[in-house]
């Protein structure tokens, strides 16, 4: 120990010489947190008071919602009790730098044994609280913990939530319409980042344990905005700390939010952006210049038509990578040709299309030879503790057969839908959300392995180290925020933004969900679809524009329209795949004049009520303003 280094220890020590003196008090608002702008006590439901350094209320959870605790009892009943319902606790020090605080230990509840401890510390230096609960104690069973914590805003008080639903949503104080639902980080929720603004004061949550938490997000017009957490169990029970941290501040808004968040990601090792994967991978580089040309299935009569489609393209200046269709599980046949899943069990045919192996080796072959890359499709299974094995029997059969793709697109993974990461309670294998996850990023990697450019089906926090890409960008149906998010024709709901793109927009790259796949696939044709394809900075593809069929109708007027606007939203992307999303403002208070920022030093701004958009810093973009062709 140095003597300069004696001083400065001794400081760090005054926290926990407070801590011991606190030991055997029966005063729960005896604890206080103490940091350079904020300043924090316990409330008697154990949720937090939260004041500035000026004494400003941040936020008082007294009046909300307190934890709630779900125990299993030896009668193998669930018993739901306040957690503050403890008839005794200790308070004891709690460090783990750079976090310094408490631990209440919770225990004596009615008919049980457990013991909890809620565990409430902060970082000094940068106002960030880091909050913890586990069961620490007892024979029964905590299964789960709700309200911890729940959050909520007075519509009153003005500002917004912030909701990482698909690629980010606002919902402004003012939002007229209501929002009830709650679903799992991970699956409906493309972040763990959630956070709340009014007037010069915002907070954001970090959820580090999201594995099993599920979140609640509520806007009731005219009375309040909530964000309400609840941990729910693993395989039947808490297993593992939850955790998450909460951060106030000045001045904060959604953009600021994004990228402390990316900040924190970067450490984590979530951010690993294109430019790094394309040096292990570098046909990553080539797909971030190319339109995607999808077709879709197998079909005998096709082949030379979908080829000759290919030619045209290169001819006309474009760069295409190309989505190789999918066959039937059961082999394909000309008579009674159907749809196709080109689930595990298509690549361990021996037969999969009439000629075999070869012939789909063969079409691929044919692909690459006009310069272009060909991306394969292998559907999601259960169960997933041995989906890595299935995965390398498959890929080992279709290469043995001639047929190496460049890219594959894991379809099912990381798709929307609290089901896509269920647990799997099967006794034999019993699967936790956490290991469902980690198996998924292992296929990733067997893919990565055999030099296959990974990817999956919509954007997901948890899966970006992995995937180079995705099918949508976050815009797809079920990702769009509507007030009855089970039902595709729903109103919006709130403001989009590109909040998941300022974290993470150089990180992958994906499809703008359009007519092509589906009337219900599209963005809202009223709300600027072509100007949201630039806005969430969405790579170009034909068949996602609305009627964007193949093979390509030529002689239809609107194919050289459809054709010219790729030109141009190619060339912008082109620009901006590989640099990060900057910034995202609003330029007018309706919300309708937009503008994006990357680091390269593109910007791009959006008339959303005269429909047109103007770009500075690429090639033949001056800033003058362009009406994108009418699809």
């Given at each position: 120990?140095?003597t ?10 005054i926290?926990?010489i ?9 005063e ?8 350079k ?28 919602a307190?934890?709630?605790?779900m ?25 783990q730098?750079?976090y310094?605080?408490y ?46 914590y ?9 500002g917004?939530m ?37 007037g010069d ?29 609840d ?13 998450f ?32 994967k394309?040096r ?5 580089e ?60 298509a690549?361990?045919?021996d ?20 310069g272009?890359p ?16 299935r ?31 269920a ?12 290991e ?27 899966a ?44 992958y ?5 359009g007519?092509?796949?589906?009337g ?8 600027n ?8 900075a ?47 403002k ?17 910007v ?22 362009v ?5």
């Amino acid at each position: 120990m140095t003597t300069s280094s004696t001083p400065q220890m001794l400081l760090n020590a005054i926290p926990l010489i407070l801590l011991l003196i606190l030991l055997g008090t029966t005063e729960l608002s005896a604890i206080e947190l103490v940091g350079k702008n904020v300043r924090a006590w316990v409330n008697d439901n154990l949720t937090l008071k939260i004041v500035d350094a000026k004494g400003h209320y941040l936020w008082d959870g007294e009046e909300a919602a307190g934890p709630q605790v779900m125990i299993r009892g030896s009668d193998d009943q669930l018993h739901e009790l306040p957690l503050a319902s403890a008839a005794k606790f200790a308070i004891l020090p709690f460090v783990q730098e750079p976090y310094h605080g408490y631990t209440i230990r919770l225990s004596s509840f009615t008919a049980s044994d457990v013991v909890v401890d809620l565990t409430i510390a902060l970082d000094p230096a940068s106002d960030e609280f880091m909050i913890q609960a586990n069961q620490s104690g007892g024979q029964d069973m905590v299964t789960e913990i709700a309200h911890l914590y729940r959050f909520e805003k007075p519509v009153a008080a003005g500002g917004y939530m912030v909701v990482p639903h698909g690629q980010g949503y606002l919902i402004p104080a003012d939002c007229p319409d209501a929002l009830d639902g709650d679903g799992f980080i991970g699956s409906r929720f493309t972040l763990p980042l959630f956070g709340m603004v009014q007037g010069d004061s915002a907070m954001y949550v970090i959820v580090e344990t999201w594995w099993d938490s599920k979140v609640a997000v509520e806007h009731y017009p005219g009375d309040k905005s909530v964000i309400d957490f609840d941990w729910k169990p693993s395989l039947g029970e808490l297993r593992y700390p939850r955790r998450f941290l909460l951060r106030f501040a000045k001045g904060m808004d959604y953009v600021a939010m994004a990228k402390a968040y990316r900040r924190y990601a970067r450490k984590q090792g979530l951010v690993r952006t294109l430019e790094e994967k394309a040096r292990t991978l570098p046909v990553v580089e080539q797909y971030t210049k190319g339109i995607e040309f999808r077709w879709g299935q197998w079909h005998h009569n096709q082949q030379e038509i979908i080829l000759d489609d290919l030619r045209k393209l290169r001819e006309l200046g474009f760069q295409i990578d190309f989505f190789f269709p999918k066959w039937p599980d059961d082999g394909y046949d000309p008579e009674t040709w159907k749809s196709a899943y080109c689930r595990t069990a298509a690549y361990l045919l021996d037969t999969p299309v009439p000629g075999g192996w070869q012939t789909l080796a063969n079409y691929a072959n044919a692909v690459r030879a006009l310069g272009y890359p060909v991306k394969g499709f292998i559907l999601h299974g259960r169960p997933m503790y041995n989906a890595v094995k299935r995965l390398r029997q498959a890929l080992d059969n279709a290469e043995k057969g001639g047929l190496k793709y460049d890219a594959l697109y894991f379809d099912g993974y990381s798709a929307y839908g609290d089901n896509t990461l269920a647990e799997d309670p099967n006794p034999d294998h019993p699967e936790t959300r956490r290991e469902n996850v980690e198996a998924q990023l292992d296929c990733f990697k067997e893919a990565a392995r055999r030099d296959i450019v990974p990817g999956g089906e919509v954007p997901r926090f948890w899966a970006i180290p992995e995937c180079a890409f995705f099918f949508f960008d976050g815009n797809w149906s079920r990702d769009r925020l509507t007030n009855v998010p089970t039902r595709e024709s729903q109103a919006p709901v709130g403001e989009p933004v590109p909040l998941f793109q300022l974290v993470f927009h150089d990180c992958y790259w994906a499809h703008f969900s359009g007519g092509g796949y589906g009337g219900s696939y599209d963005w809202w044709a009223d709300r600027n679809p072509r100007l949201y394809e630039l806005l969430f900075a969405c790579a170009p593809s034909y068949n996602w524009l609305p009627g964007g069929r193949m093979p390509i109708k030529w002689e239809d007027p609107m194919t050289e329209e459809r054709l010219a606007w790729l030109h141009r939203w190619s060339a912008y992307y082109r620009a901006i795949a590989m640099s990060e999303m900057t910034n995202h403002k609003f330029l007018s208070a309706d919300h309708k004049q937009q503008r994006i920022e990357f680091a390269n030093g593109v910007v791009a701004e959006f008339d959303m009520t005269a429909n047109r958009y103007r770009i500075w810093g690429i090639p033949g973009s001056d800033g003058e303003w362009v009406t994108p062709e009418e699809l």
